[in-house]
């Protein structure tokens, strides 16, 4: 296993520190703006509610991002954890909101805070098959996202237009070359370094659009219940689905994040940091944001340039906080065109899928693990690469099924239980350590 540059508890110099977490706030930026623009655009807000939407999104991810990695009490994983506003509640997110309006949408976060109290029970349900299922979905499941980006962002009208393809080529050997030869920071600091050299390559080529910069203000001031809350029985339900999904995801994100940074991941750990998604979406509620998970993608930062350190990510919540005040910050780093991020972003996610390989590789090998691992990697990448599949179905089932990492995750649970011959995997809660490891390593 290859050394860490900076462990969990690490503090890197002020400079280095400064430019390790704007490479996180490059890699989830884009996201968390994302969610508040398509479901604004869905319930066709007026633009000033857009913009309220988009900076709560900011700040309350920045404030949830904080409190995960330096922990408040019994909340937070206290692991590098980058939050923000999730797309596994757009869809519920959208048919709430077209009824009852956003107030509907921020009404409902208490289910992740409730499911937080079974971490240690769902965690002996994670051995390690199923755990490189899933962090290896995670990492295939998030590969066409940074090729869209690379292509110049689905649907666009130049997309896989050559130019774009020469971009985000040139970020990604950039990136190669800089954490292959680099040193220190350099290393460290390849991601932000190849999409600041791409940044100034489009800019050169007039492919930078400053029109959101021009017309985004300054400072705002958070405007608390700006919407207002409410609790419709049929909301509830809906978000209570999505939130249900966006456990088992955040479990096996927690699992990708605990191989990453070298530590070990008991149930009570892992209840921690859902504890912090529950109760962080309801602080954003009322913050009128859209509710928060862990992001996937910062995974592959971590994985990519082994900088573990939680006091890193931290800052990074300090700059969305900051993005959420000065929305001018947000909108210049939305300048940055996606090709750029599709350079950068197929390294980190394929980083993420070369992680659950050498966890699968480590996996005993025999016939019912090659089954659980075999069919839950091909149902997950059968929602994941045709999505439509699922089209003529109940919405219901779209909700529940819609993401290729909770269909790998549900099948390699679901397969690891009823399958005969389940080898007896005991949880220490203390380490996160199997006995059957601990026996291995005295031998």
Known sequence: MEQLLFKVEDRPPVLTTFLLAAQHLLAALGGIIAVPLVVGGALKLPADQVVALVNAALLGSGVVTIIQCKGVGPIGIRLPCVMGTSFAFVG???????????PGILGSSLVMIIGSYFMPTIRKLFPHAVTGVVVTMIGLSLTPVAIDWAAGGFGSSNYGAPSNLGIAGMVLLLVIALVQWGKGIISASAVVIGIFVGYLVCLALGMINFSQVNSAPIFALPQPMHF???????????????????????????????AATQTKM?????ARGILCDGVGS?????????????FAQNVGVVSLTGVAS??????????????????VLGALVVTIPQPVLGGAGLMMFAMIV????????KVEHSKRNGLIIAVSIGCGLAVTVRPELLGKLPAFVKEVFGSGITVGALVAVTLNLILPDRPVEVIDEEDGESFAEIAREAA
Do not use: D, N
Request: proline fraction near 6%.
């Open 92 to 102: 519920a997110g959208i048919s709430v909101g077209l009824e009852h309006g956003v």
């Open 228 to 258: 207002g809350l409410s609790f419709p029985i049929s909301g509830i339900v809906a978000m209570s689905i999505a939130f249900l999904v966006t456990i088992v995801e955040t479990t096996g994100t927690f699992m990708a994040l605990s």
């Open 266 to 270: 008991p149930g009570k750990k892992l």
């Open 282 to 294: 309801a602080f954003a509620a009322l913050m009128s944001s859209p509710p928060v998970s862990t």
């Open 310 to 327: 939680r006091h890193v990510v931290a800052l990074t919540g300090v700059m969305l906080l900051l993005a959420g005040l000065f929305p």
């Open 354 to 361: 070369s992680a659950g390989i050498q966890m699968l590789g």
